[in-house]
């Protein structure tokens, strides 16, 4: 049905004294901070008062812990508004809101509005008193002006409160939440300094080493200092059976295994320079995208962005100067003439005995692969466990470019993009090197795995003409 006769169909209900069935939306940017029921509250009164004597809500959408720089499709709720206006039967006749800024961010007005009408369903605003029309000049300006202090408003408590985190971090010192690093456990640092906040019964919080993990930290710095291996690190406190982080603290980090220690989880602290005994905030900055609640995406900032406290704000676990020698001692080694490693066949070549994806590896100067059948250097070697497997890149690409003629293989790009495109991978590690469609089965015993069509290299003919 065409938005003018589901428009003229709305207006003709509207006559007859029925009034329009509507679909409340709402949405809350957190959890933790905002109460639901009187976010949901206050925004439905205004809600039932914009649409008083046009009609009754009939349905109510409402999201928590959503950005609302989250598109309508990436938000549970309005998703599933979007999709229940899009079903031919929908229960409603049109959308309200409680107030622009919690619906919209941006030009997403433009995009919901064009959805919505598309199904013969209208969009009321408390801004507009009522439904918009966005032929209407007045209307247009109203809804431009909307998103642009939507956005606003967003970008100016971002930078306010970011600056203000990045003073209390780098003058005051001051633990501004978060997991404290493994070796550490949060103490009482006293009332909180706006004396509103301290009324309530807010304290503050600091640092102080942990007696369980704090001596193991301590160890690491120690016998990396000494020149040993992060791997073998990792390996003698799996040995020892010494809890790793995330089983230590069990409750902040039930998203982690807590199975055992790896190299990455040695690295980490070794590389953390809050055991320096300094504060350090902003080593990792949260994604513009993804909901407002725990388990926001994170990722690593530059080292230029962090605050450094400009004192030292609790007990140390390593003094600065052996930390920054370790930092030396873990700086990546340049290539030979500085440039970059490239791997031309990466993610192409598989492992025969266990599925896994060969990793790139460096060996003798030149570029290859390898495949450890899952054994990390964090664990002592099972001797039942096969042994790697390699495979020079020089001789695939030599094998490729025998079997393959008609490409032009002269710099392997070309046969790396053929391979890509039709969905092959390499096959290393059994009697014959092969060529077969990318299927993977990681992890799975070759008896487990089903059979792929493949193409052995022993056989040229029969791997072009099966290609093709």
């Known amino acids: 049905m065409s938005p003018r006769r589901a428009g003229a169909r709305l207006r003709q209900r509207t006559v007859e004294g029925h009034g329009l069935k509507f679909a409340f939306y709402g949405r809350m940017s957190t959890v933790e901070f905002q109460d639901r029921t009187t976010s949901l509250g206050w925004q439905r009164e205004v809600a039932e008062e914009t649409i008083r004597r046009h009609g009754v809500i009939v349905a109510e959408y409402f999201d928590e812990g959503c950005s609302r ?24 006749d049109a959308v309200v809101v409680g107030e622009y800024e919690r619906a919209f961010y941006g030009d997403q007005f433009d995009a ?14 408390p801004e507009a008193g009522g439904p918009v029309n966005l032929d209407d000049p007045v209307h247009q300006a109203l809804m431009l002006l909307l998103g642009s202090q939507s956005r606003r408003e967003i970008l100016r408590a971002r930078r306010r409160v970011l600056a203000a985190m990045h003073t209390q971090a780098r003058v005051q010192g001051r633990f501004l939440g978060g997991r404290p690093p493994y070796g550490y456990r949060l103490a009482d640092a006293g009332p909180h300094p706006n004396r509103t906040h301290a009324s309530w019964g807010r304290r503050l919080h600091r640092l102080e080493p942990d007696p369980a993990t704090a001596p193991w930290v301590r160890w690491i710095f120690r016998q990396r200092a000494t020149g040993r291996s992060v791997a073998g690190i990792a390996r003698e406190l799996n040995d020892r059976g010494i809890p790793c982080p995330s089983s230590a603290d069990r409750d902040r980090n039930r998203h982690r295994t807590g199975h055992e220690w790896i190299v990455r989880t040695v690295v980490g602290i070794l590389e953390n320079p809050r055991y320096t005994g300094r504060q350090v905030w902003n080593r990792h900055g949260a994604r513009t995208t993804g909901p407002a609640h725990h388990g926001v995406p994170t990722r690593p900032s530059a080292a230029r962005g962090w605050a450094r406290s400009e004192k030292v704000t609790h007990p140390a676990l390593v003094d600065e100067t052996t930390f920054l020698e370790i930092q030396g001692m873990r700086a990546a080694r340049p290539t030979k003439y500085g440039g970059t490693r490239t791997y031309v066949l990466a993610g192409l070549v598989q492992c025969q005995l266990c599925g896994r994806r060969m990793d790139s590896h460096w060996v003798n100067g030149r ?29 695939l690409l030599n094998d490729l470019r025998a079997r393959f003629v008609e490409i032009d293989g002269t710099n392997g790009a070309a046969i790396a993009d053929y391979l890509r495109s039709n969905n092959l991978t390499i096959m290393c590690g059994g009697p014959t090197r092969e060529v077969r469609h990318a299927v993977h089965h990681a992890h799975l015993p070759p008896q487990t795995r089903p059979p792929a069509t493949s193409c052995c290299y022993s056989d040229p003919a029969a791997m072009r003409g099966s290609m093709g």
């Open 112 to 125: 919901v509005l064009t959805a919505l009408r598309e199904q013969g369903v209208q969009l009321w605003l």
């Open 367 to 395: 570029p290859g692969y390898r495949c450890r059948h899952g054994h990390t250097s964090a664990r002592n070697r099972p001797p039942e466990l096969a042994k790697n497997v390699y495979a020079r890149e020089d001789h």
């Open 69 to 92: 720089r989250l598109p309508w499709r990436e938000r549970p709720a309005a998703a599933r508004l979007i999709a229940a206006a899009e079903n031919p039967n929908h229960p409603f």
